[in-house]
């Protein structure tokens, strides 16, 4: 059962400065489906960069500095732009 309240407040790290945090458990009980989310992220983020042109809005240099918290995430939100590729968008139109 997922309880909030062991991370609220309290450090993700353990000895060493290991996170402590396993988002599929491990072991007898870890989550079946594991794999089929990993092979998932994997070819949505494909399909994402086969389909689209991305760019920056502007000429600033993007910060990649991380933020704190349970998760790691950029300290400034990325924006960015997409726009479909050419040849992606003719065989869109086709359907």
Not at 14 to 42: D, I, S, Y
Not at 64 to 73: A, I, N, Q
């Amino acid at each position: 059962m997922f309880m909030l309240e062991r991370f609220v407040g309290g450090n993700v790290y353990g000895q060493g400065g290991k996170r402590m945090v396993m988002p599929f458990g491990m072991g007898r009980r870890k989550c079946p489906g594991e794999g089929l989310a990993w092979r998932t992220v994997g070819v949505a983020l494909t399909v994402m960069l086969q389909c689209f042109e991305w760019g920056r809005v502007g000429e600033k240099v993007v910060d990649m500095s991380e933020g704190s918290g349970l998760t790691m995430h950029m300290s400034v939100p990325l924006v960015a732009v997409c726009r479909p590729r050419q040849d992606m968008d003719v065989i869109l139109k086709s359907l």
